[in-house]
């Protein structure tokens, strides 16, 4: 198995601009969960999809920040403008038994200038 | 309600002595009880899971784990400390009560001194 897959692993843009990351869960796991994790704040939860919907977005940010989860095989995060305070390594996990059994890709360093 | 508290920030202990790792939790219902840990530049990895099995958890590369309901506590151990354990260690609690949200500590930087 290939694990949860992010892609992509680095982007670097400019304030302002739209930014897309993706993340291709484990075959099989039901729910899938995205994370920013910063120095300052450490990880924190976005907002997580049990088969598909959303359950709770309550961390997500601001409405700069939006989440889909087409089918059970894709997600995204998109950040619309993007901010320098945006600047953080964001993980995807999914899971299939329970959310406290995650299973973490290998994150999004997204740097905003 | 469920929160986490991890007691240290950071931790410091030398090659080849135990390591002991704190939390403490809290939680209205029976919990599901974690720990994670994060190398450098990597995402988090499942170290173990206590589910209301036994008591004793033993997870990957060692450690173990005990849940102490009277103390609502869960620490990390391991005998001896080896260099590669040098890394961020989290807890978490869960409960698969009705939305089963989870909650991260706010984790535990682990050094190794030579």
């Known amino acids: 198995d290939a694990g949860v897959i992010q892609s992509p692993r680095h982007e670097v843009t400019e304030m302002g601009q739209e930014v897309t990351l993706r993340c291709k869960p484990i075959s099989g796991h039901n729910s899938l969960f995205w994370y920013r994790q910063t120095m300052m704040r450490g990880l924190e939860l976005l907002i997580y999809?049990?088969?598909?919907?959303?359950?709770?977005d309550s961390g997500m940010p601001e409405d700069r920040f939006s989440a889909k989860m087409p089918n059970a095989s894709f997600s995204t995060l998109k950040i619309q403008p993007s901010e320098p305070r945006d600047s953080a390594v964001y993980f995807c996990?999914?899971?299939?038994?329970?959310?406290?059994?995650?299973?973490f890709g290998p994150g999004t360093r997204l740097t905003v200038t | 309600a469920q929160s986490v508290t991890q007691l240290d920030s950071h931790v410091s202990v030398s090659e080849g002595t135990p390591v002991l790792l704190r939390c403490n939790y809290s939680?209205?219902?029976?919990?599901?009880l974690f720990w994670y840990v994060q190398h450098p530049n990597k995402g988090l990895q499942l170290l173990l899971k206590y589910t209301s099995a036994a008591t004793l958890v033993k997870g990957i590369n060692g450690f173990e784990a005990e849940f102490k309901k009277s103390e609502t506590s869960f620490h990390l151990t391991k005998p001896s400390a080896h260099m590669s354990d040098a890394a961020e260690y989290f807890c978490?609690?869960?409960?698969?009560?009705?939305?089963?949200?989870?909650?991260f500590g706010k984790g535990t930087r682990l050094h190794i001194l030579p």
């Open positions: 996990a999914s899971s299939s038994g329970g959310a406290g059994e995650q299973y």
């Open positions: 978490v609690v869960s409960s698969s009560y009705r939305d089963d949200k989870i909650i």
């Open positions: 939680s209205s219902y029976s919990p599901s």
């Open positions: 999809f049990n088969n598909n919907v959303p359950i709770d």
